[in-house]
C-alpha cells in the first residue's frame, strides 16, 4: 500500500514537472530571440568568454525559476536587465580579487606611461572599472545603450522610464566616466 | 489633420534647434576651440572625454569568438529541465551561429542599391523630359502647320481645319483631304 502511494506520488511529481516544462518552451524561444544581443552585452561587459558563459546561465537560470517558473511580464526587460546585474556583479567580484590579489597591479597602475595611456586593453578595463562604480541607474543605460548599443525607447522600456531621463542619464553617466578616468591619468 | 501639421511643424523647429545648438555649442564651434586652446582645464576634460569614447569604441569593436553563442546556449540548456533540454529547439540552440542582422548583412549592397537608385530616377527624369518636350514640339508644329493651311487656303478653311475649340493635337494630314473633298 506505502509502495503504491510512494509510486504514484513519483508518478505525480513527473507528470506536474513534464506540465511545467512544457509550459517553460518560452524559455527556448527567449534565448533563440534574444540570445545574441545578450552574449554581445555579457561580453562588453566582461570581456571573458568563461564568464560570458557564466553570466548567460545564471541570467536563463533565473528567469527558469522566475516565480516558481511563470513567464515574466516583459522577458526582454527582465533577461537584460537580469544579465546586467549578474554581469556586474561578476566585474566587481573580479576588480577586488585583482585588487586583494596583488598589490604590485596598484603600485603598476602609478606609473602611467603614454604608452600604455594608449593601450587599449588597458583603456578598456579601466573603463570597466569605473562603469562597474557608478550608481546602478546611470550604469545600466550606459551599459544599455553603449555597450548593447539599444535605442533610448528601448531603454526606457527596459528600465520603466522615460527616453528623454535615459538620455539624461546617460549624460551624467559620461560625465561622471570622463571625471573618474581624467583622475586616473592623473594617479 | 492639424495635430498632424502641427506635429510636423514642431519636429521641424526640434531639428532646427538642434542644429542650431549644434553650431554654437557642439566641439567645432569657434568660441569653443578658442577657448580649449587657452584653458588647460578644459584641454584636461577634452582629453578624458575623448578616452572614455575611445575606450567604448574599444570594447565594441573587440570581437568574440564565433562558437561564444553556441557554448554559452549549450551551457545554459544544461541547467534547464530534462525536457527542456531534450527539446527539439534545445538542439537547435546548442549548434546556433551569431548571424549578422539585417542591416549588416544588406549593408554591403547599400552603394549599388543607391546607384541603382539613382539610374531610375535619372531614367524617369530623361523620360518626362523628354515626353513633355515632345508635346510641345507636337504643338508648336501644328500652330506652324496651322499658319500655313491659313496663309496659304485662307484662315476660315484653316480654323476649319484646326476648330479653335479642339485640341491641336488632330494631326493635319487626316483632315486635310476631308476639307478638300468637301469644297
Redesign the interface.
Same mark, same amino acid.
Not at chain 1, 545574441?36 to 564568464?51: A, K, P, S, V, Y
Not at chain 1, 548567460?56 to 522566475?66: G, K, M
Given at each position: 500500500m506505502f509502495g503504491k502511494t510512494v509510486s504514484y506520488g513519483l508518478l505525480w511529481d513527473f507528470a506536474v514537472s513534464e506540465a511545467v516544462s512544457e509550459d517553460q518552451r518560452w524559455i527556448l524561444s527567449t534565448m533563440h530571440k534574444h540570445g545574441q544581443e545578450l552574449i554581445t552585452m555579457i561580453w562588453r561587459i566582461l570581456g571573458n568568454e568563461q564568464d560570458v558563459c557564466d553570466a548567460y546561465q545564471d541570467t536563463f537560470l533565473q528567469l527558469a525559476h522566475y516565480e516558481g517558473g511563470q513567464k515574466p511580464e516583459h522577458v526582454k526587460a527582465y533577461i537584460f536587465r537580469t544579465a546586467n546585474n549578474v554581469a556586474i556583479s561578476m566585474l566587481r567580484r573580479r576588480i577586488a580579487e585583482k585588487r586583494r590579489m596583488s598589490t604590485a597591479i596598484v603600485t603598476g597602475k602609478n606609473v602611467t606611461s603614454p604608452a600604455k595611456e594608449l593601450d587599449s586593453k588597458y583603456l578598456q578595463e579601466t573603463l570597466r572599472d569605473c562603469i562597474a562604480q557608478l550608481p546602478e541607474h546611470l550604469r545600466n543605460v550606459i551599459t544599455l545603450r553603449d555597450l548593447a548599443e539599444l535605442s533610448y525607447a528601448q531603454i526606457g522600456r527596459i528600465l520603466g522610464i522615460s527616453a528623454a531621463t535615459a538620455r539624461v542619464y546617460r549624460c551624467k553617466a559620461l560625465q561622471i566616466l570622463t571625471m573618474w578616468m581624467g583622475k586616473e591619468e592623473e594617479k | 489633420m492639424t495635430g498632424i501639421n502641427k506635429n510636423n511643424k514642431c519636429r521641424r523647429i526640434r531639428g532646427w534647434l538642434s542644429e542650431a545648438i549644434s553650431r554654437h555649442f557642439g566641439l567645432d564651434a569657434n568660441w569653443l576651440q578658442n577657448h580649449i586652446t587657452n584653458c588647460q582645464r578644459c584641454q584636461?576634460?577634452l582629453? /578624458?572625454?575623448g578616452?572614455?569614447n #575611445? !575606450?567604448?569604441s574599444?570594447? =565594441?569593436s &573587440?570581437p568574440?569568438?564565433l562558437d +561564444? #553563442?553556441m557554448? !554559452?546556449?549549450a &551551457?545554459?540548456?544544461?541547467? +534547464?529541465?530534462? /525536457?527542456?533540454r531534450q !527539446?527539439q =529547439?534545445?538542439k537547435? +540552440?546548442r549548434k546556433?551561429r551569431?548571424?549578422p542582422k539585417l542591416r549588416e548583412r544588406f549593408g554591403k549592397y547599400a552603394n549599388s542599391a543607391v546607384n541603382v537608385a539613382a539610374c531610375i530616377t535619372i531614367l524617369l527624369l530623361t523620360k518626362i523630359g523628354v515626353f513633355s518636350s515632345m508635346d510641345i514640339f507636337q504643338t508648336q508644329g501644328q500652330k506652324v502647320i496651322k499658319q500655313y493651311y491659313a496663309s496659304r487656303v485662307g484662315d476660315d478653311l484653316a480654323d476649319e481645319i484646326f476648330p479653335k475649340d479642339t485640341k491641336l493635337s488632330v494631326h493635319p494630314k487626316n483632315s486635310v483631304p476631308l476639307r478638300k473633298t468637301q469644297s
Amino acid at each position: 500500500m506505502f509502495g503504491k502511494t510512494v509510486s504514484y506520488g513519483l508518478l505525480w511529481d513527473f507528470a506536474v514537472s513534464e506540465a511545467v516544462s512544457e509550459d517553460q518552451r518560452w524559455i527556448l524561444s527567449t534565448m533563440h530571440k534574444h540570445g545574441q544581443e545578450l552574449i554581445t552585452m555579457i561580453w562588453r561587459i566582461l570581456g571573458n568568454e568563461q564568464d560570458v558563459c557564466d553570466a548567460y546561465q545564471d541570467t536563463f537560470l533565473q528567469l527558469a525559476h522566475y516565480e516558481g517558473g511563470q513567464k515574466p511580464e516583459h522577458v526582454k526587460a527582465y533577461i537584460f536587465r537580469t544579465a546586467n546585474n549578474v554581469a556586474i556583479s561578476m566585474l566587481r567580484r573580479r576588480i577586488a580579487e585583482k585588487r586583494r590579489m596583488s598589490t604590485a597591479i596598484v603600485t603598476g597602475k602609478n606609473v602611467t606611461s603614454p604608452a600604455k595611456e594608449l593601450d587599449s586593453k588597458y583603456l578598456q578595463e579601466t573603463l570597466r572599472d569605473c562603469i562597474a562604480q557608478l550608481p546602478e541607474h546611470l550604469r545600466n543605460v550606459i551599459t544599455l545603450r553603449d555597450l548593447a548599443e539599444l535605442s533610448y525607447a528601448q531603454i526606457g522600456r527596459i528600465l520603466g522610464i522615460s527616453a528623454a531621463t535615459a538620455r539624461v542619464y546617460r549624460c551624467k553617466a559620461l560625465q561622471i566616466l570622463t571625471m573618474w578616468m581624467g583622475k586616473e591619468e592623473e594617479k | 489633420m492639424t495635430g498632424i501639421n502641427k506635429n510636423n511643424k514642431c519636429r521641424r523647429i526640434r531639428g532646427w534647434l538642434s542644429e542650431a545648438i549644434s553650431r554654437h555649442f557642439g566641439l567645432d564651434a569657434n568660441w569653443l576651440q578658442n577657448h580649449i586652446t587657452n584653458c588647460q582645464r578644459c584641454q584636461r576634460r577634452l582629453v /578624458s572625454y575623448g578616452k572614455v569614447n #575611445l !575606450a567604448i569604441s574599444a570594447i =565594441k569593436s &573587440q570581437p568574440h569568438k564565433l562558437d +561564444l #553563442l553556441m557554448c !554559452a546556449n549549450a &551551457q545554459a540548456i544544461g541547467v +534547464l529541465k530534462h /525536457s527542456l533540454r531534450q !527539446a527539439q =529547439k534545445a538542439k537547435k +540552440l546548442r549548434k546556433i551561429r551569431p548571424e549578422p542582422k539585417l542591416r549588416e548583412r544588406f549593408g554591403k549592397y547599400a552603394n549599388s542599391a543607391v546607384n541603382v537608385a539613382a539610374c531610375i530616377t535619372i531614367l524617369l527624369l530623361t523620360k518626362i523630359g523628354v515626353f513633355s518636350s515632345m508635346d510641345i514640339f507636337q504643338t508648336q508644329g501644328q500652330k506652324v502647320i496651322k499658319q500655313y493651311y491659313a496663309s496659304r487656303v485662307g484662315d476660315d478653311l484653316a480654323d476649319e481645319i484646326f476648330p479653335k475649340d479642339t485640341k491641336l493635337s488632330v494631326h493635319p494630314k487626316n483632315s486635310v483631304p476631308l476639307r478638300k473633298t468637301q469644297s
